[in-house]
């Protein structure tokens, strides 16, 4: 098995493989024939659906929430590369209100760890969840103890960033 994916990944110059726990058939997803280029959007436009969240406010959240990322990234505050993990954190920060308006932060995070995401890697959704999550460094720290494996350091002044960034948005 592994000198197959060893081969595909030399003969099509790729620079790393991402294993998922969907199959094939999941890892191309259409819409009424044509193929979703934004999979990560498409997943988090069915959870705003499939979770009957306030859409409008979900993009209303986000655009301010890039706004303000965009110019800490300018004032090198915060990395370009975070700004996936803060758009579905933004677009989703209201999906644990769906299993109750009392104590929301740790439904977020249980369910971003649980829904089917697609486009993020393991630790972008760890991220992601976090951030959705975030009310201040001592909780999110008891969030992340059984995760603190796949985050390093700078991962978690990150989450504290962003959740601080999404805090002033909601």
Excluded: C
Excluded at 71 to 100: C, E, F, M, N, T
């Amino acid at each position: 098995g592994i000198a197959i994916i060893d081969q595909i990944i030399k003969r099509s110059a790729a620079s790393g493989f991402v294993l998922s726990s969907k199959g094939l058939r999941d890892g191309v997803l259409f819409e009424n024939g044509e193929l979703q280029p934004d999979m990560l959007l498409y997943s988090i436009e069915y959870l705003l659906d499939h979770f009957r969240l306030n859409r409008e406010h979900a993009f209303h959240v986000w655009q301010l929430a890039d706004q303000l990322f965009s110019d800490l990234v300018d004032r090198q505050w915060l990395k370009p590369a975070l700004k996936g993990s803060l758009r579905a954190a933004a677009l989703l920060h209201d999906i644990g209100r769906s299993i109750s308006i009392y104590n929301p932060d740790s439904h977020n995070f249980y369910l971003l760890l649980q829904v089917p995401i697609f486009g993020i890697t393991h630790r972008e959704r760890i991220i992601t969840a976090a951030v959705a999550a975030y009310k201040s460094p001592k909780q999110i720290a008891g969030f992340l103890g059984p995760y603190r494996a796949f985050l390093s350091e700078e991962d978690i002044a990150s989450i504290t960033q962003l959740g601080a960034v999404l805090g002033w948005m909601s």
